[in-house]
C-alpha cells in the first residue's frame, strides 16, 4: 500500500496572473462586465466582474470561452483584395493603406454621383451609435444593423405603446414579481440578467411560466411550461384580455389616469378623420368627464368615463378609447374555446392562467412606502405593486403579426397595471420615453458630396414620414419606411442584397457589410443570397458591383466580398456602448460602458470602428474632418472622448464636464475613458425612490431625465392603447390625405394598420401541416461559436427535434434522415424525438451548421457533414404576387417572418446533409490548423510543480 | 495500490440545484478556463477544428429528458468528481498518484507519478477522471484547490470557478460534513442527493432535485366576479364607475 508518501507542493496561493483589467464582454450582446487575468501578456482567464451592474460576478458559457474565440485560429490576419471569382476564396493579401485607398476610391465616387448607392449595413453592431452617424454623414439613407431580421416587431410595438419595450430593453422587477410570464425567450439576451433573475424568482417562490411551443432552457425550469403553436400568441393574450375584461379583474384607475383609455376616438366611417383623437382647437385631446362632460384629457382631475359614445361640438361622433379596445376583446373572435383549436390551449387552462394574472396582481399586492408624485400633481405617499412580470423574444417578434402581438401583450399588461410597478416588467433607462420617442427618419432628401441630417432610422408619426420618392417608390434599397413597412424603425436588412442585384428601385454601387453574415445564416435564404452576390449583368460586372466586408472571423461571408478590412477581437479594442445605442441601463438608472482593448493584435489587423472614423476622415464627411481638412479624431478613443451629437452630449454620459463632474450633460471631458476604466469600465447612475417608478407618468423621474438628456420634454407619456399613428397610415390606405399608396397595397396596409391589435394567419404558411422554428442555445451566439474549439465540443451538429407522437404517426424513427420540405426549399436533417415540444412544431438549434471551409472547419467537421440551417426552407418573399414581390415580413414593421416556416417532413431515404455546398477555399495568411490545442494561456509553468 | 485517509476532517464538496440549471455550461467552461491555465494545466484539445474533436474537462453537462408530454420536464445535469469519501479510484492506483487529502477530502491527482494507466477511470463510475491523451496523465477536478485557499485572492471569491460563474447561482460550495455548514442546511431543507450512492462510494457532492411546479393559489376574488353568461354587455358596468383622478 502506498500510504503517506510525500506529495508535490500545491501552488494554493498563485495569483491568478500577473494583470488584471476590467472591460464589457463581447461573446454576445448582453454586455456583461468582466475582468480579463493577463498572465506574461496573455489572456490567461476569464471571470465577471463583481462590481458590474450587468452580471454582478457571473458570467455565462460563452464569456467563459472568451479567450478561445480570443485566439481562435479563425481570425483573419490582414487586409485583403479579391483576386479570383466571387466566392472563389482567391484573395491576395495587401496594406492597410491600398485597403484603405481602395474603399475612399470606391466610396467616393459613390459620394460624388449618388450618395444612396453604397449600403451600410452591419450586424451585431454594437457601435450603431457612430456607424449610423457615419451614413448620415456619407450621405446614404441605406444604413441599419440587423434589427429587422430580429427584433423589430418588439421595439415597433413598445416604443409605439408603452414607451419602452421588451427583449434587453426591459426587465422584470426581479426583487418583487411574484408571477412571471415569458412568451418565446431566447437564451441570449439579456443572457445572465435572466439568469439571475430566475434564480432569484425561484429563491422567493414565484411562479414561472413560460409560453414556448419547445421547453428547453429557461422553459425547461419554468413552474408551467405551455406548448403553443407558434405564431398563435396573438389568440391566446387576446383570450387572457377578454377573460380578465368578462371577470372585470382590469386596473380602471390605471388606465384612467396613465393610458389613453379615455382618449376619444372620432368615429367617422368614410371620413378623413376615423379614427383620430378627438382634440380641441388647441390640439389638446378630448375625453369625457363625469361632472363636466367633453373637456381636454390631461384635465389633472378628470373623471373619465371609459365607454360610452359621444358627440363631439362639431357633430361628429367619438368613443372612448377603452370602449373600443374592449369591444375587440369581448368579441366572440377571442373567446377560449374559439381559439383553443388554434393554440393548442385548452380554455380551462387560458381560464385558469387569466385567473393566476389576476389574483397575482390585485391580490394583496406589495406596497412599498416611497413617496412620489405623478404627472397630474397627486402626491401619494406609497407606491403599489402589481406583481405580475413579462418577458417577450422572437418566439413573438419573428412572425408577420409579431407587431400586433406585441401591442396584444402591452395591452395585458396595461389592464394589470402592470408597467413600472413593483413586481412588473419595468423599462430600461433611458427609457421610457416619449411614444414614439423621436421625429420620422431622416434621408427623404439625397444630395451629391452631401451628409444627411437627423437620424436614418427615425420613427414615422404618420404617411408624411415615410421616406419615399416623387413616383411614390422606396428611398431605402431595402424599402424601409414604405408603405411596405411603414414602420420599419430597424431597417430592412434581410431584402438589402436582393434588392440591390435587381437594382429593385436603383442598383447599389457599394455594399459594405460589418459583421452580418449574410452569405449563411444572417439571410432567410441563403442561396438566393449567394446567387445575388454572384449575379453578373449582361456587361460582365457583378449586378453588386463593390462589396467591402469587415469581421474579425473566417466566415461564410468573407468569400463573397471584393475588399475584407479585417477587424480585431473584442479584447483587442475600443468600444462603446452607448445610450445613444443599446447601454447598460437598468430600471434603476441609466448606465454606459466601454470596451477597451486589454491585448495588443499580434496581426495586421484593426478596430473597424477606427477604420470607419479614418475613412470618414479620407472622405472628407464632415464631422469627420477639422475645418482645414485634417482628420479630426486620432482614433475611435478619441471619438468616443470628444464627439459631441449635439451640444454637451456624446458617446458616453459619465464624468462629463471638462474636471467630470457633470452627468449626461457637459462639455468633452479629456480625462473620461481613464475615469470609465477606473470604475471597472462602466458608468451608472440611480435614481433616487421617489423618480425610480411609474416613470412614465413620474413628475420628479420626468424632470431629472431631461436635465440628464435622456427626453427632450418633461411632458408625461401616456401609455397609447389606440395608436394614432396606424390610424393615419390606415386612412391613407382608404383614400384620404395627400400620400397614397400604390392601388396593390391598399388593402394590405388597410387591414394590417389597424389602431388596436388584432391577430391574422401568416400569408406564407403554404399549406403545409407542421411549424418550424430554431432555438438559440446557451453556449452559442447566433454564428459565433463555432470558431471557439470549447464550445464547438459542446454543440457542433445539430437534429431536427420533433415530438415522438408526430414522428410515430408519420412513421419516423429517432436518427434517421428526414426531409424537410418548406416554401423556401427542402433541407435535410437527422430526427431527434422527444416530448418537449407542441406537436404540430419541429425545431433545431439555430446557426449550428457550417460551411466547410469557413470558421476553419474542415470538410470532415460535424458542423458541414451533419449540421443544417432551416435557413433553406424559410422563403424570403411572399407567395407570388402580380408584377411585385413583398418580403416575408410583418407588413407593419417590416421584421422578418423567419417563425412563420411551416414544413413538410417525410423519411428522406438517403443519408447526409441537403443542400451541400462545395468547401470554400481559405484566403492567405491563415495559419495552420493546429492538430492538438495545449489550452495553456501565459507563461509556460510546469503542471505540477516541485517535490518537497 | 493507493490507501485512503481514514477520516477527512472536512468534506469540501458541491451542491447543486437541479431545480435552477438551466444547462448554460457555464460551469463547463469557466472551470476549462481556470483550470486549462492553472495547475492542471494544459486541458488538450485534439482535433480543434474538425472532425473528432475531443478534450479534457473536469465539468461536463448532460441534458435528460423526463416524464412525458405536457408534465414532461428537461433536466440539466452537470457532472464533475464527487469527491467520494471512498472512492476506488485512488485505491486501484498502482503508483500513488491518485489520493485524497485528510484535510479537506479533496480527491487529486500528482501528474509527477500519475503514469496515464487509465485504472482509476476504469473504477470511477461517475466517470469523472479524463485522461489526456497528449499528456499522457489523468486529470480531475480538484474543487478548484488553488483557489479556495488562495489568500492571493479577495475571500468572496475563494469558490471553485464554477460555483463562480455560475448564473443563475445553482452551484454551491462548502464543507458537506458540517451538518450545520450552508450547504448542508441547504441539502437538508431541500432533500439533496447523492448520485447512485448504492454503488458504495460514498460520494460528497449532492445534486438538488427539481421542485414540485409552484401552483399559484388563485384566490377567488372578494365579489367573485360574475359568470360570462350572467353579463349582458360587460362594457356596461363601466358606464357608472367613478374613477377619478
Known sequence: MLRGMTRHVLPLHDPTGDEIKTTTCYMCACRCGIRVHLRGGEVRHIDGNPDHPVNRGVICGKGSAGAMTHRSAARLRGPLKRVGPRGSGEFAPITWEEALATATEWLSAVRRKDPKRLAFFTGRDQSQALTGFWAAQFGTPNFAAHGGFCSVNMAAAGLYTIGGSFWEFGEPDWEHARYFLMFGVAEDHDSNPIKLGLSKLKARGAKIVSVNPVRTGYSAIADEWIGIRPGTDGLFIG??????????????????????????????????????????????????????????????????????????????????????????????????????????????????????????????????????????????????????????????????????????????????GAVDRPGAWRPKAPFPRPIPPGPGPAGSTVAPDAPIAGNLLGFPQGPEDLLLDAENNPIRIDHAFSWEAPLALHGMMHTVIANAADANPYPIEVLFLFMANMAW?????????????????????????????????????????????????????????????????????????????????????????????????????????????????????????????????????????????????????????????????????????????????????????????????????????????????????????????????????????????????????????LSAVTQRPMPMYHSWGTMNPWLRQILADNRLYMHRDTAAALGLQEGEWVEVEGPGGRVRARLATHSGVNRDTVWTWNAIGKRAGAWRLTEDAPEPERGFLLNHAIPEWLPTQEGFRLSNSDPVTGQAAWYDLRVRVTRAGVPGPSPRFEPLREPPLMPPRPPILRAYHGAPRPFASDRA | ???????????????????????????????????????????????????????????????????????????????????????????????????????????????????????????????????????????????????????????????????????????????????????????????????????????????LPPRDPRRFDAAPAKDPAPLPSQIQNPLLRWLDRVLSR
Open chain 1, 239 to 416: 383570450a387572457l384580455i377578454r377573460e380578465l375584461l368578462l371577470a372585470d379583474r382590469v386596473d380602471g384607475a390605471f388606465l384612467a389616469d396613465y393610458t389613453n383609455a379615455p382618449w376619444l376616438v372620432i368615429e367617422d366611417p368614410g371620413g378623413a378623420t376615423d379614427g383620430l383623437f378627438a382634440r380641441d382647437e388647441a390640439g389638446r385631446v378630448l375625453a369625457r368627464d363625469r361632472a363636466r362632460g367633453i373637456i381636454p384629457a390631461d384635465t389633472p382631475d378628470l373623471s373619465p368615463v371609459l365607454v360610452g359614445e359621444v358627440t363631439l361640438p362639431d357633430g361628429r361622433r367619438a368613443r372612448p378609447v377603452f370602449e373600443k379596445m374592449a369591444a375587440r376583446f369581448l368579441s366572440g373572435d377571442y373567446a377560449p374555446e374559439a381559439v383553443a383549436g388554434r393554440t393548442g390551449i385548452s380554455p380551462e387552462r387560458t381560464r385558469r392562467i387569466a385567473r393566476e394574472l389576476a389574483a397575482a396582481a390585485f391580490d394583496d399586492p406589495p406596497v412599498l412606502p416611497i413617496a412620489w408624485t405623478d404627472i397630474h400633481g397627486r402626491r401619494h405617499e406609497s407606491i403599489t405593486g402589481r406583481p405580475v412580470a413579462m418577458h417577450a423574444m422572437r418566439g413573438i417578434s419573428a412572425h408577420a403579426n409579431g407587431f400586433h402581438t406585441c401591442r396584444a401583450l402591452h395591452i395585458l399588461q396595461m389592464l394589470l
Open chain 1, 521 to 769: 445564416n444572417s439571410a432567410m435564404n441563403p442561396q438566393a443570397t449567394i446567387e445575388a452576390l454572384t449575379r453578373k449583368r449582361a456587361d460582365g460586372e457583378y449586378a453588386i458591383p463593390r462589396i467591402i466586408y469587415s469581421d474579425a472571423y473566417l466566415s461564410e461571408t468573407v468569400a463573397y466580398a471584393d475588399l475584407i478590412l479585417p477587424d480585431t477581437t473584442y479584447l483587442e479594442r475600443w468600444d462603446c456602448i452607448s445610450l445613444l445605442d443599446r447601454p447598460i441601463g437598468s430600471a434603476h438608472g441609466p448606465g454606459d460602458a466601454v470596451r477597451r482593448p486589454v491585448v495588443k493584435p499580434d496581426r495586421d489587423v484593426r478596430p473597424f470602428q477606427e477604420v470607419l472614423i479614418e475613412l470618414g476622415a479620407r472622405l472628407g464627411l464632415p464631422a469627420f474632418v477639422t475645418e482645414d481638412g485634417s482628420p479630426r479624431y486620432r482614433d475611435y478613443a478619441d471619438y468616443i472622448v470628444h464627439h459631441e451629437r449635439s451640444p454637451g452630449v456624446g458617446p458616453l454620459a459619465g464624468w462629463r464636464g471638462v474636471d467630470g463632474t457633470k452627468t449626461g450633460k457637459g462639455e468633452p471631458n479629456p480625462d473620461q475613458l481613464r475615469r470609465y476604466i477606473e470604475n471597472g469600465c462602466f458608468w451608472r447612475h440611480e435614481w433616487p425612490p421617489e423618480q425610480a417608478w411609474m416613470r412614465f407618468a413620474n413628475r420628479a423621474y420626468l424632470a431629472a431625465a431631461k436635465e440628464m438628456g435622456l427626453i427632450g420634454s418633461d411632458a408625461p407619456i401616456v401609455l397609447q392603447i389606440w395608436s394614432e399613428p396606424l390610424a393615419k397610415f390606415r386612412l391613407a390606405a382608404l383614400g384620404h390625405g395627400e400620400r397614397q399608396p400604390p392601388e396593390h397595397l391598399r388593402a394590405r396596409l388597410a387591414r394590417h394598420c389597424d389602431p388596436l391589435p388584432f391577430w391574422h394567419e401568416p400569408e406564407s404558411s403554404g399549406g403545409l401541416p
Open chain 2, 1 to 207: 495500490m493507493t490507501s485512503l485517509p481514514g477520516t477527512t476532517g472536512r468534506k469540501l464538496g458541491l451542491v447543486i440545484d437541479l431545480d435552477t440549471c438551466v444547462g448554460c455550461h457555464a460551469c463547463a467552461t469557466a472551470c476549462k478556463s481556470w483550470n486549462g491555465s492553472g495547475m492542471s494545466g494544459p486541458l488538450s484539445d485534439i482535433n480543434p477544428h474538425s472532425a473528432g474533436i475531443e478534450g479534457v474537462w473536469f465539468n461536463r453537462v448532460h441534458s435528460y429528458e423526463a416524464g412525458e408530454g405536457e408534465g414532461s420536464r428537461t433536466v440539466h445535469v452537470p457532472r464533475s468528481c464527487l469527491h467520494c469519501e471512498t472512492p476506488d479510484c485512488v485505491t486501484v492506483c498502482p503508483t500513488g498518484a491518485s489520493y485524497k487529502r485528510a484535510e479537506d477530502g479533496i480527491v487529486l491527482i500528482d501528474h509527477d507519478i500519475c503514469i496515464g494507466c487509465q485504472l482509476c477511470a476504469w473504477a470511477c463510475p461517475y466517470g469523472a477522471r479524463e485522461f489526456d491523451e497528449p499528456e499522457g496523465v489523468m486529470k480531475k477536478c480538484t474543487l478548484c484547490v488553488d483557489r479556495i485557499y488562495n489568500q492571493a485572492m479577495p475571500a468572496a471569491e475563494r469558490v471553485p470557478a464554477c460555483v463562480s460563474a455560475c448564473p443563475t447561482r445553482a452551484r454551491h460550495f462548502g464543507d458537506l460534513g458540517d451538518p450545520e455548514s450552508e450547504v448542508s442546511r441547504l441539502v437538508a431543507e431541500r432533500g439533496g442527493v447523492a448520485l447512485a450512492p448504492e454503488l458504495g462510494y460514498a460520494p460528497v457532492n449532492r445534486y
